[in-house]
């Protein structure tokens, strides 16, 4: 059985999962689509009930050909659903509730036609429509024939699906009912119903709200030209992915970077110091938390030129003023979230990040050593000091992304010592 290690007899978690005497009681909605792999759904259907799961049925008029509704009747101890727009149906648990009613979706198996139609955010059908209509974890299986999932549209559905949160499990590889072989078999049921009832990940920031800046700004000089830095964004971004694994609501102000949205993070793209100031502000007072990982431009042009500057004999003079420090900013609000700052130094770290938590009040600084190779800017590594009012710990250098689920662990320790959820 699944057991959710916090959990007291009866309770109600956040996303509405029931657990009695410590199990988990998930509420599965099993889409079943069209393919020959259907004949292997009945069997997730069994495991997940000894998982202690309540399970409803969905099928496809796909899947109807492959196998009777009455089976998953059988196995799933409930009325299978297969029409949406049938008035005695809707009735007894119309889409909305079922939609509502689940706490994770899982398709299996996911033919190429419905990967697409998710893709496309189509309601076409009763399993189309239950997926648009539920906030639920949702988590897809596919199998169909290898050349059908090698080919360019099922890769950029797959690709759009992934960047909205959907789980992809497997396909795995081997013979396939075609005559074939190669990847496009459904995953065996065991796998699928490990990975949907995985241990729920430690999220301690569940329930927060947090806001990011990332990546650098670029000042204009005029129409064409900008004055921006070397930051790449990867710490900020990688930052933003571990805060919403951690179970918070993100949302990333962006200058300039190469990089892709995070998924699940609401990302509002800038360009300079004053639009990233800007986008902050409007957002600010309604955040828990909020990280400055981007390197703001200290200084901008303070007259930019209307059309681009012609080449002239001799030198040239840019007159440069200075910016609103966004961070400092944040942190003098009147009930400011709990702010932290990044510091980017060439010596002395310790000493100038304590120096700026003061300065600029903040609840803490994550100092990184810069101007030494493979770390720092648009580096994949990175190692810092994080100080506090009441401590410090030293993060030891590792991949950006790793290290970022440690600076947030870190801060969520400190955030709810400050202010418990
Ligand atoms: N920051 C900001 N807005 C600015 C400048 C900086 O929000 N206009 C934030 C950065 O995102 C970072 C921290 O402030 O979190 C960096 O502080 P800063 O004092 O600018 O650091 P350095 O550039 O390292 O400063 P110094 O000149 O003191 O070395």
Known sequence: MHRLESAHDGQISQDGVVSVNGFIHERVCLIVTGGIAAYKAPAVVRLLREAGAEVRVVMTRGAQAFIQPLTFQAVSGQPVHTDLLDPAAEAAMGHIELARWATRILVAPASADFLARLAAGMADDLAATVCLASDAPLFVAPAMNRLMWAHAATRHNVS??????????????????????????MQEPEEIVQALLGKAPDQPLAGRRVLLTAGPTQESIDPVRVITNRSSGKMGYAVAKAARAAGAEVVLVSGPTALAPPAGVETVAVQSAADMHAAVMARAGACDLFIATAAVADYTIADPAAHKVKKQDGELTLVLKPTTDILAAVAALPAPPFTVGFAAETRDLLTYARAKLTRKKLDMVAANLVGVPGSGFDADENALHVVWAGGDQVLERADKELLARRLVALIAERLRAKTPA
């Open 160 to 185: 759009v699906l992934e960047s909205r949160g959907v789980t992809m499990l497997g396909p795995a590889e081997g013979a396939q009912a075609c005559g074939e072989t190669g990847p496009g078999r």
